[in-house]
C-alpha cells in the first residue's frame, strides 16, 4: 500500500525497515488508538497525530516528541486497532530510531530510565533494581533519590531491596556479550 | 509429575519479588509441577530494551529462548514482562525471516541457534488451564471463604493477543480465585496500565492510574487485590503509601501474587511464602485464614 511519496519519504521507509513499523502504512485514522491509550494526556500528540506526522515524513518532529515515550506497553491499542497494525511496537520503533538520531526529548526521563536499564542488561545480563534506581537517579536527579529514601528503607526492612547482583557463570556471560557485540556489529535492525 | 522449564526473571530471582518465586514453587510442588529453573538465563530486556535497540533486544530475548528449545519444554515465567517479551521475539521469528536470519547470526557468536519451537507460557495459564481450577479445588485444605479479592491480571498477561485469556475481559484469574473458596470482587479495570516501569522515571503520571485501579479494588468491597506480576504488585504495594499522600486517601489494601494466596489455602507453611515482604501489611485480611 502506498501512501505517500515513497521514495522521498526516507523517514518513513527507515520506520516501515522495523518490524512492526511496517503497518504504519495501514493506519487509516481513526484514532482508536489514541481513544485507548491511558496516558495520551501527557503526549505532544496523540498516536493518531504522531503516524499521521510520521507518514508526511516530519522526522524532527516526531522523533523529538514526548509521545512515544510515555507509551506504557500495554498493548490496548494493539488488541484494539481495526488495521491490525502493532501500535505498541511502532512506538517502540520510534523510540529507537529517536535514540539513534540522538533526538530523544529531554523533557521526559524515560529515555534515560530506559538506557540505564539496558545497560545493567547489556554489562551483565541482569538488572540489580537497587543499583539501576540509584544510577539512574545519579544520571537525573540526584536529589529525587534524597525523596525516594523513606520508600527505600521501609524496602530495606521488608527483605526487598538487595545489594548483591545476580551473576551468570563467567562462560555465559562471555556468551551473552558475544552475542551482543555480534549484533552491534551487524548494525541493528536493518 | 508435570515437566517445564522455568524463567523467573529478574526481579522473583534477585529482586523485590522473591515471594513470588518462593509460592510459586511451593504452590507448583503441591501440584505435582516440576519448575526446573533454565541455566544461565539472563535479563529478558523488557521494555526498555525493546526501546532503546530493536535488534539487541531481540538477541538478548533469543538467548534464552535458544537455551530453553534445547530442553524441549514449554517456558514458563511467571513475570508478566518476561512473557510479553519473549513471546515478542517468538511471534517476529515467525514474521519476519530476515530478522531471525540476523538474530541467529549473532547467536552464532555464541554458538547458539534458535529455531523458534519454544512455547513461552504465563504461570497463570499453566496453573488455570494446565492443572485446571478443579484439580487446584480439590488441593484446597482451608478455603478462603469469604476472602474478598480483586482480581488483578494487568496489561501483559493478556495482550498483545491471541493469549490464552480474552484480551480485555480474562475470567482465568477469576475462576482460580474462586476455586480457592475465595470472592472474586467485580473489578472494572482488572486490565488497565498499573504504571510499568513509568513509576520510576514519571512517578506522577503511574501513580495517578495505580490510584484509579485502588479505587476501583476498593470501592467494589475488595479486601485484598491478587496479582500476575512482580512490576504491578510493586506499584500497588510499595507505592501505596506515596498514592494515598498525593491523593490524600487512605488505601490499606493487601497486593499479594496469586501463587500466595493458593499457598494459604493448600495448607502450605506460610513460613514459604513471603508475607513479610508485603509493605502493606497482609496480616489482618489474612487472619482468619492462617494457622497460627
Known sequence: METKVQGSNTFLQEICAIPGGEGIRLCIQCGTCSASCPNVNRMDYTPRQLFAMARAGMREEVLSSNSMWFCLSCYLCTVRCPRGIKVTDLMHALDCLAVQQRLSSGRTYTPTMYRSFSDFVYSIGSVPEMSFMIWFYLLTNPLRAMKMMPMALSLLKHGRLSARARRLKPEAERQFKAILDKAESLGGIR | ?292
Request: net charge negative; charged share 20%.
Open chain 2, 1 to 292: 509429575m508435570r515437566y517445564y522449564t522455568y524463567f523467573p526473571g529478574c526481579s522473583a530471582s534477585h529482586g523485590g519479588a522473591k515471594a513470588y518465586d518462593w509460592s510459586a514453587q511451593a504452590v507448583a510442588k503441591a501440584l505435582e509441577v516440576e519448575l526446573i529453573e533454565l541455566d544461565d538465563w539472563n535479563c529478558c530486556g523488557s521494555t526498555p530494551y525493546t526501546s532503546v535497540d530493536e535488534l539487541a533486544s531481540y538477541c538478548v530475548s533469543a538467548r534464552n529462548l535458544a537455551l530453553a528449545e534445547k530442553r524441549g519444554l514449554d517456558l514458563v515465567t511467571p513475570c508478566s514482562a518476561c512473557y510479553v517479551i519473549l513471546n515478542r521475539t517468538n511471534s517476529a521469528f515467525r514474521e519476519y525471516p530476515a530478522l531471525r536470519a540476523k538474530v541467529n547470526e549473532a547467536l552464532a557468536a555464541g554458538d547458539l541457534e534458535y529455531h523458534g519451537t519454544v512455547n513461552v507460557r504465563h504461570l497463570l495459564d499453566v496453573f488455570a488451564n494446565d492443572i485446571g481450577c478443579e484439580e487446584i479445588a480439590s488441593r484446597v485444605k482451608g478455603d478462603l471463604g469469604g476472602l474478598k479479592v480483586a482480581p488483578y491480571y494487568g496489561c501483559q498477561v493478556v495482550r498483545p493477543s491471541p493469549g490464552f485469556d480474552h484480551p480485555e475481559s480474562p475470567e482465568s484469574l477469576d475462576r482460580l480465585i474462586k476455586s480457592l473458596g475465595a470472592e472474586a470482587t467485580p473489578f472494572p479495570l482488572k486490565t488497565r496500565c498499573c504504571g510499568g516501569s513509568l513509576v520510576i522515571s514519571e512517578e506522577n503520571v503511574a501513580l495517578e492510574l495505580a490510584h484509579k485501579l485502588l479505587d476501583s479494588a476498593s470501592s467494589n468491597g475488595a479486601e485484598c487485590i491478587a496479582t500476575v506480576c512482580p512490576l504491578c504488585q510493586t506499584n500497588l504495594d510499595v507505592y501505596q503509601s506515596r498514592i494515598n499522600k498525593k491523593f490524600k486517601t487512605s488505601f490499606n489494601l493487601p497486593v499479594l501474587f496469586f501463587t500466595q494466596l493458593m499457598g494459604i489455602a493448600f495448607g502450605i507453611d506460610r513460613r514459604s511464602l513471603g508475607f513479610e515482604k508485603c509493605i502493606v501489611s497482609p496480616k489482618e485480611v489474612l487472619a482468619g485464614y492462617i494457622e497460627r
